[in-house]
C-alpha cells in the first residue's frame, strides 16, 4: 500500500513538474454539480417514487402469496389431492411472477435501470456540454473529476471550476427558456413505434397471464363449490335417513304398546 501511495506521489509530482511548463489543469467536483442541479434533485425523487412504488407493488404480491399459503394449510383437511396439487401449482405460478415482476423491476436491465438512464443520462450530458464549453474558451488540456476513482492526495481549490460549470449551465438553461417561450415549443416525451409495440405486447402478455389466472381461480373455485355442495347433500340425506330410521323405530314401539 506505501508503495502504491508513493508511486501515485511520485507520478503527480513528475505530472506537475511537466503541467509547470505548458499544461493548463482544472478539476471538477460531480457530486457537487449534480446536487446543485434542480433537475438532477428532481429526477432523483421522480426515481425514489417509483422504487417505492415497485417495492410495495412487490410487497403486496408477496403478502398475497402468504396469505394463500396459509390458506391452503388451513383447508387442506376438506379438500381432495386434486384441488391440493392446483393450489400448490397456482402459488407456484404466482411466486415465479412475483419473481419475474422483481426481475422486471430490478433486474439488470429492469425499469429502474431504464428509467436512472432516461432521468439522469439528459443531466451528465448536460454537464459535459458545459465543461466543453468551458475547456475551449479556457484552453484547459485536463479536466479531472474529484468525486471519481481518481485519487487526489491534495487539490487547489482555485483550480476547482465546478461553480464555473454549474454558471454556464445556468446561462444555458435561461437561454434555451427564453427561446422556448418565443417560439412557444411544446416540451412532451416522444415515444418511438417500436417502445410503443414493446410496451403494448408487454401489457397483452400481463393481461394474458391474468385472464389465464382468474380462470383457473374460478374453476378452483367451482370445484371447491362442488365439494361442499357434495358433502352438504350428503350430510342432509344421512340426517333424513337417520330421522326416517328414528320415526319407524317409534312407530313400531306404538303398534307393539
Given at each position: 500500500?506505501?508503495?502504491?501511495?508513493?508511486?501515485?506521489?511520485?507520478?503527480?509530482?513528475?505530472?506537475?513538474?511537466?503541467?509547470?511548463?505548458s499544461?493548463r489543469?482544472?478539476?471538477?467536483?460531480?457530486?457537487?454539480?449534480?446536487?446543485?442541479?434542480?433537475?438532477?434533485?428532481?429526477?432523483?425523487?421522480?426515481?425514489?417514487?417509483?422504487?417505492?412504488?415497485?417495492?410495495?407493488?412487490?410487497?403486496t404480491?408477496?403478502?398475497h402469496?402468504?396469505?394463500?399459503?396459509?390458506?391452503l394449510?388451513?383447508?387442506?383437511?376438506?379438500?381432495?389431492?386434486d384441488?391440493?396439487?392446483?393450489?400448490?401449482?397456482?402459488?407456484?405460478?404466482?411466486?415465479?411472477?412475483?419473481?419475474r415482476?422483481e426481475?422486471?423491476y430490478?433486474?439488470p436491465?429492469?425499469?429502474?435501470?431504464?428509467?436512472?438512464k432516461?432521468?439522469?443520462?439528459?443531466?451528465?450530458?448536460?454537464?459535459?456540454?458545459?465543461?466543453?464549453?468551458?475547456?475551449?474558451t479556457?484552453k484547459?488540456?485536463?479536466v479531472?473529476?474529484?468525486?471519481?476513482?481518481?485519487?487526489?492526495?491534495?487539490?487547489?481549490k482555485?483550480?476547482?471550476?465546478?461553480?464555473?460549470v454549474?454558471?454556464?449551465?445556468?446561462?444555458?438553461?435561461?437561454?434555451?427558456?427564453?427561446?422556448?417561450k418565443?417560439?412557444?415549443?411544446?416540451?412532451?416525451?416522444e415515444?418511438?413505434?417500436?417502445q410503443?409495440?414493446?410496451?403494448?405486447?408487454?401489457k397483452?402478455?400481463?393481461?394474458?397471464?391474468?385472464?389465464?389466472k382468474?380462470?383457473?381461480?374460478?374453476?378452483?373455485?367451482?370445484r371447491?363449490?362442488?365439494l361442499?355442495?357434495?358433502?352438504?347433500?350428503?350430510?342432509?340425506?344421512?340426517k333424513?335417513?337417520q330421522?326416517a330410521?328414528?320415526?319407524k323405530?317409534?312407530?313400531?314401539?306404538?303398534?307393539?304398546?
Amino acid at each position: 500500500m506505501r508503495k502504491l501511495v508513493f508511486c501515485i506521489v511520485l507520478s503527480l509530482i513528475a505530472f506537475g513538474s511537466y503541467a509547470q511548463k505548458s499544461q493548463r489543469i482544472a478539476y471538477i467536483d460531480m457530486e457537487y454539480i449534480l446536487e446543485n442541479l434542480p433537475e438532477y434533485i428532481q429526477a432523483q425523487n421522480t426515481l425514489n417514487a417509483k422504487i417505492a412504488k415497485w417495492k410495495k407493488n412487490l410487497d403486496t404480491e408477496a403478502r398475497h402469496i402468504e396469505i394463500l399459503k396459509t390458506d391452503l394449510a388451513n383447508e387442506k383437511a376438506i379438500l381432495t389431492n386434486d384441488l391440493i396439487e392446483e393450489k400448490e401449482e397456482d402459488i407456484t405460478l404466482k411466486q415465479e411472477e412475483l419473481r419475474r415482476l422483481e426481475s422486471l423491476y430490478f433486474g439488470p436491465n429492469g425499469d429502474m435501470f431504464l428509467v436512472r438512464k432516461q432521468l439522469v443520462k439528459p443531466i451528465q450530458d448536460q454537464v459535459y456540454y458545459a465543461i466543453q464549453k468551458i475547456v475551449k474558451t479556457k484552453k484547459y488540456d485536463f479536466v479531472f473529476d474529484k468525486s471519481s476513482e481518481l485519487i487526489m492526495l491534495y487539490s487547489n481549490k482555485k483550480y476547482d471550476i465546478s461553480e464555473i460549470v454549474l454558471a454556464s449551465i445556468d446561462k444555458t438553461r435561461k437561454v434555451a427558456d427564453r427561446k422556448a417561450k418565443q417560439q412557444e415549443k411544446k416540451i412532451a416525451p416522444e415515444v418511438s413505434a417500436r417502445q410503443k409495440a414493446l410496451l403494448e405486447a408487454k401489457k397483452k402478455q400481463r393481461e394474458e397471464l391474468l385472464a389465464k389466472k382468474e380462470k383457473k381461480k374460478q374453476l378452483i373455485a367451482d370445484r371447491r363449490a362442488e365439494l361442499l355442495a357434495k358433502k352438504e347433500a350428503k350430510r342432509k340425506l344421512l340426517k333424513e335417513k337417520q330421522e326416517a330410521a328414528k320415526k319407524k323405530k317409534e312407530e313400531q314401539k306404538n303398534n307393539n304398546n
